[in-house]
Nanobody
């Protein structure tokens, strides 16, 4: 069973930055996509950004130019650098892994943007 463990959430002021990390418990050897999703109170979970093992990325329009997704395949880790944070970025952020046979979710990490 693959486990995804997120870290790096917290409270930050508007305009600030945070970096989320997600460590995967096993080495990935097949085609896969890792990503970050978020869910705000009373809203559906939405895609934030994804990255394939070849490095191809995709972003939600609301975070383009502010967030950057990256991965270190040697460390089985994916990152989300979040800059210029806004109150509307407040949500629980979930790490996601999709392979050719399965998908897995992390437990989520809270990001709160507030003054």
């Amino acid at each position: 069973q693959v486990q995804l463990v997120e870290s790096g959430g917290g409270l930050v002021q508007p305009g600030g930055s945070l970096r989320l990390s997600c460590a995967i418990s096993k080495r990935l050897i097949s085609f896969n996509t890792m990503g970050w999703y978020r869910q705000a109170p009373g809203k559906e979970r939405e895609l934030v950004a994804t990255i394939t093992n070849y490095g191809s990325t995709r972003y939600a329009d609301s975070v383009k130019g502010r967030f950057t997704i990256s991965r270190d395949n040697a460390k089985n880790t994916v990152y989300l650098q979040m800059n210029s944070l806004k109150p509307e970025d407040t949500a629980v952020y979930y790490c996601h892994l999709r392979t050719v046979v399965a998908e897995n979710w992390g437990q989520g990490t809270q990001v709160t943007v507030s003054s």
